[in-house]
């Protein structure tokens, strides 16, 4: 394992969470006023368990990537702790992969900058390439590279840190409807496959609903967490079946109803 | 019928039974299917259409200026003293080259040029890096950096001769004083102009302190700073030129600033422009072997290259 970066250390015997948010508060310079706060999340504690798929949902403005951020240790909380079993994997909604590396070199640094040695890299890196089924893709330049391709190539990146958590910022919300589709079904596939637990972070809530085990609203300005659901529809699930269609619609109600409440004051 | 209802339903069912390989193989085909959609095939554009289009032209343009000059030459503009004709010009080649000077000139300006360059870079390459990355380093040297860049380099050949007197350390100071700015002011503005998502992706990697200079910021720096070591080596070439014609004396040997310079004190204006044409046959020539070359496959490599 990882040494941790922040909390569980080896010796713990048993860690009981991948990632441990307790009360964290943040607040940035309020731009205008001097000296001013503004609150961007309030007394956030939230749990992901090990292997556990937690989607994070929200209107803009509820502080969603920014608790990402805290997450990831990019960020310090104003108030509150944030533990993680190990360093967490982290993927934006950018691919953000090196345009001056090939698909597979990207994947090696990754691995470089964990350790792994250097004859076992370009295995390990065909291996994950293999893994989100892009085997032919080492060699490729990223420009070289579709959407969904680069969105996969990065998905492998984020896997080679060999992360218990992957953190990931509506990485899907720049593509068209047909690969996400697409990558929901390999994203799905890959947190069975693997055991990963996912943070996952997005404003679409039938993408929250089809991927999670767990959907978690987010109020707005500050961040609170306002309601959780627990989705019970067994995986592999599409986003037309029934079960997914109704929680849809109960949870974009209540996500109304949260962004409705701000055109009164 | 009612056959084919029945079915409808335990497909509907069908998804919800973990790991069911038939799904599997039918994601790995949509995948493949768009992947191939997707991909837009790059190749090189083929010898002949390159040829065409981007040799012909130039010397097109060479061959029309010597047309133009050959005409005034023939109206006699000038007396030949002033305005030499080509062919007196090709002849001073013809004569230096049987006398085995011709590349004497041209190797020992740029061998000059080259060793003073390669200086210039391993100073003006820390220097950049720390005048990008160290807030206090930036704001006590940035300035200055970026000052020195625009006081012409000849105004460092009188102070450089009398500190170091007539001899190579001179060359290769006023060099040093034309290129590093160049060269560090290059790197600063690639590193100024590098994406936040890269550092932070490289953050989340574990690239932190010289880890990330060396694996994020120098290559996402690179077109930056490649453009910085070529306006780098034309200061280099500039200055130097200043200096060979300014400063001369026997040890230092016969540059093409030298030979210039010899030109003038023999009232040979033929001379004087074979000098001028091999100075600026040395910086194109270098310019197109090492520092467009070199450019192209960065861009290329990353898909910045705008072909067209």
């Known amino acids: 394992m990882t040494t941790t970066v922040t909390g569980a250390g080896e010796d713990a015997p048993a860690v009981t969470y991948a990632a441990r948010i307790e009360h964290v508060s943040k607040s940035f310079p309020a731009p205008g006023t001097p000296g001013g706060q503004q609150l961007v999340l309030d007394d956030i504690t939230l749990d992901v368990a090990p292997g556990e798929f937690v989607t994070l949902l929200g209107a803009s403005g509820c502080g969603k990537s920014t608790l990402l951020n805290l997450v990831a240790g990019l960020d310090l909380p104003s108030a509150g702790s944030i533990r993680t079993d190990g360093r967490p994997a982290l993927m934006f909604q950018e691919h953000a992969l090196f345009p001056w590396l090939t698909a597979g070199r990207n994947i090696e640094l990754a691995l470089k900058l964990r350790g792994v040695a250097k004859p076992e890299r370009r295995a390990e890196a065909e291996r994950l390439l293999d893994l989100v089924r892009l085997q032919g893709a080492y060699g490729k330049r990223v420009h070289e590279l579709s959407g969904g391709m680069r969105q996969r190539v990065a998905l492998a990146r984020a896997l080679a840190q060999d992360s218990r958590l992957l953190l990931m910022d509506e990485p899907f919300a720049a593509l068209d409807a047909i690969n996400r589709d697409v990558l929901h079904d390999e994203l799905t596939h890959l947190w069975r496959e693997t055991g990963l637990s996912v943070l996952f972070v997005t404003h679409n809530v039938r993408e929250a609903v089809k991927l999670a085990q767990r959907v978690v609203l987010l109020s707005s300005r500050p961040g609170r967490i306002a309601r959780e659901w627990t989705v019970g529809v067994p995986q592999p699930r599409r986003i037309e079946d029934s079960a997914v269609a109704e929680l849809s619609v109960e949870i974009t109600e209540e996500l109304r109803r949260e962004i409705r409440r701000h055109g009164r004051h | ?308």
Do not use: C
């Open chain 2, 1 to 308: 019928m009612a056959g084919t209802d029945t079915r409808v339903d335990t497909t509907k069912d069908g998804p919800s039974t973990a790991g069911d390989p038939r799904d599997t193989q039918e994601l790995a085909g949509l995948e493949a299917g768009l992947d191939a959609l997707e991909s837009v095939p790059s190749g090189r554009t083929p010898l002949r259409e390159t040829l065409v289009r981007k040799v012909l032209p130039p010397l097109t343009a060479v061959a029309l200026v010597l047309v133009v000059w050959q005409l005034l030459v023939w109206a006699e503009v000038a007396p030949d003293y002033k305005l030499p004709a080509p062919s007196a010009v090709w002849d001073e080649v013809t004569d230096a080259w049987r006398q085995g000077t011709l590349l004497d000139y041209i190797w020992t300006s740029v061998s000059r040029g080259l060793l003073g360059f390669l200086m210039a870079l391993a100073i003006g390459t820390p220097l950049g890096l720390l005048v990008a990355r160290v807030t206090f380093v930036r704001a006590a040297v940035g300035p200055i950096l970026s000052g020195l860049q625009s006081l012409p380099s000849v105004a460092w050949v009188p102070p450089a001769v009398l500190w170091l007197g007539l001899n190579n350390s001179m060359m290769y100071a006023v060099i040093l004083l034309g290129a590093v700015p160049s060269i560090a002011n290059g790197l600063v503005a690639g590193i100024e102009q590098i994406p936040p998502l890269f550092l932070r992706a490289g953050r989340t990697l574990g690239a932190t302190g010289l880890r990330e200079a060396r694996h994020i910021v120098m290559p996402a720096a690179l077109p930056g700073y490649l453009a910085g070591l070529k306006q780098g080596w034309a200061f280099s070439w500039r200055s130097l030129m200043a200096a060979e014609i300014i400063a001369s004396s026997p040890d230092l040997g016969v540059g093409l600033g030298q030979l210039l310079e010899n030109g003038r004190n023999n009232a040979s204006m033929s001379q004087v422009f074979l000098a001028i044409f091999l100075i600026l046959l040395v910086g194109i020539a270098i310019d197109l072997l090492i520092f467009s070359p070199l450019e192209r496959r960065v861009l290329r490599g990353r898909g910045l290259l705008v072909t067209r």
